[in-house]
């Protein structure tokens, strides 16, 4: 009997959640998955007693669901996607709605929204953050693909999703934009979130390395950032993780924790993307490169015990200028602060001009203050500051990089003189900033009307006969340099 409103293939536990979520707001779901096992433990279990029907088959799932069909896929990426919608094909009917809610890829949702709108089918490729609690009780949503799946989705995924506002009831979902617009979204979100990460790490290094903050010092730390300017998921659970003792010692559980960081893919598909598009997007590129460095651990072990650092009486003005900084703790904690703020506007302005790039790219329309809204409850980099984004976009819709709002130029302002003081602190004394240091590079590099890439280009003309513009002229020159260089001394 097709009465079911919703419908879900994978049941892992993002695919578990999410469908108890969109249980517990007054549907009834049918699952599959294809292990059956799974839908019989899940039954017996977390879904005893509530709204659910269990499905053996594709066609048993699709048939239980009543037209037009809302059915979602929560599988891994790649060819099982495709398999799935093959297997969905000779069921569905005209209007029917096919959701990948995994972590696809967004070339591969462009293609797969054309391909299957060509069979008379919706599409809609959406992104999900939050993790497992998210999904559970309200996860962002990120939708984009087919333009006329949105009304009949609308109710039913603004409802799952988390709300934010002064009333709490503003949903975290709202449809991004066609075909693969979603995914895009999401995987932008995921490379910041990179970001964010690594720049909380470094912070935490520094703060530990130079400042000596034991881990109930970086408790109170973080506990207090949490109720300022960098209010956030990440600084609230990094905040957490100082309090949890080690249960095989008496030391605490993080550094008893391997220095190795694992990765997915989508913050490297974000790098990559920047690098097709022409971005700069250096920050998430920085983070990314961290965690492959962090990976490569017996190596660095090695190399710590050749390689030297700076020695003790080298760089004495300027490690007469670390102590001055490290001196007043509390002091060298609020610099440490704002270099972690400063930077973490450079990572989303980065982000945000990559996402209007991709727009502009692929022709998606992008709400770029509604996509910071996306983000302010349910996922993984929601944050007090997205509040500070939506405002400026809506201030100025064609904002062409947040460092040019007045919230953030000025904010950045404040901070810059603790910024360089800490990223220059890290540098004489040997600890690691890569995403700190870029950050401020990039700033650097964004703020000055001239940089030295008039070299470049004179030395890709002289080898390749790449030719060069002038700054008098905007007409294709090439020189002769070899003709026209000073001859080398005998």
């Not at 959640?17 to 059956?36: D, I, K, M, P, Q």
């Not at 048993?60 to 099982?80: H, N, Q, S, T, W």
């Not at 598009?277 to 965690?291: E, K, W």
């Not at 500051?385 to 130029?409: G, Q, S, T, V, W």
Request: net charge neutral.
């Amino acid at each position: 009997m097709s009465d079911c409103d919703f419908g879900l293939v994978g049941l892992a536990v993002m695919g578990e959640n999410l469908a108890l979520n969109v249980e517990s707001r007054g549907y009834r779901v049918a699952v599959h998955n294809r292990s059956t096992e799974r839908v019989d433990a899940f039954l017996r279990g977390r879904a005893a007693g509530r709204n659910f029907v269990g499905c053996r088959t594709v066609a048993e799932l699709v048939a239980a669901v009543k037209r037009p069909r809302k059915l979602m896929m929560l599988v891994k990426a790649g060819p099982a996607v495709d398999d799935l919608i093959a297997q969905m094909r000779p069921h569905l009917a005209p209007g029917d709605i096919v959701i990948d809610g995994g972590n696809t890829h967004f070339l591969d949702t462009e293609r797969r929204t054309r391909e299957v709108e060509a069979m008379g089918f919706l599409y809609v490729g959406c992104g999900v953050s939050g993790g497992e609690e998210g999904a559970l009780k309200g996860p962002s949503l990120m939708p984009g693909g087919s333009a006329a799946a949105w009304p009949p989705l609308r109710e039913l995924l603004q409802s799952i999703a988390a709300k934010v506002g002064p009333n709490g009831d503003i949903p975290c979902c709202e449809w991004v934009g066609p075909r693969g617009a979603g995914h895009y979204v999401k995987m932008v979100h995921n490379g910041i979130e990179y970001g964010d990460m690594q720049l909380i790490a470094e912070a935490y290094h520094l703060l530990r390395e130079l400042g000596g903050l034991s881990n109930p010092e970086l408790y109170e730390v973080f506990d207090a950032w949490n109720r300022g300017e960098l209010e956030s998921y990440l600084i609230e659970i990094t905040r957490d993780i100082f309090s949890v003792r080690d249960d095989r010692g008496d030391g605490w559980l993080v550094d008893s924790i391997l220095d190795v960081a694992g990765a997915k893919g989508t913050g490297k598909w974000m790098s990559q993307h920047a690098l097709d598009l022409g971005v700069p997007s250096t920050l998430v590129t920085a983070a990314v490169f961290a965690r492959a460095l962090s990976a490569q651990k017996e190596a660095r072990s090695r190399a710590s015990r050749v390689l030297p650092g700076p020695a003790d009486d080298a760089n004495a003005a300027f490690r007469g200028g670390v102590r001055q900084l490290v001196a007043d703790r509390v002091a060298f904690v609020e610099s440490v602060r704002q270099a972690l703020y400063a930077s973490k506007i450079v990572s989303y302005a980065q982000g945000f001009v990559q996402l209007q790039e991709a727009s502009r790219e692929h022709g998606w329309g992008l709400d770029y203050g509604a996509c910071a809204l996306l983000w302010r409850g349910g996922c993984i980099i929601r944050a007090q500051f997205l509040d500070r984004i939506k405002e400026a976009f809506d201030a100025r819709p064609d904002l062409e990089n947040l460092l040019l709002a007045p919230y953030f130029r000025d904010a950045v302002a404040r901070a810059q003189p603790a910024w360089r003081a800490v990223v220059a602190a890290a540098a004489s004394t040997g600890i690691p900033v890569p995403a700190f240091g870029t950050a401020l590079a990039y700033y650097d590099s964004y703020r000055r009307e001239r940089l030295p890439a008039n070299l470049l280009q004179a030395q890709r003309d002289y080898f390749g006969a790449h030719t060069y513009q002038r700054v008098d002229d905007a007409a294709a020159f090439h020189t002769e340099w070899l003709e026209r260089r000073r001859a080398p001394r005998p």
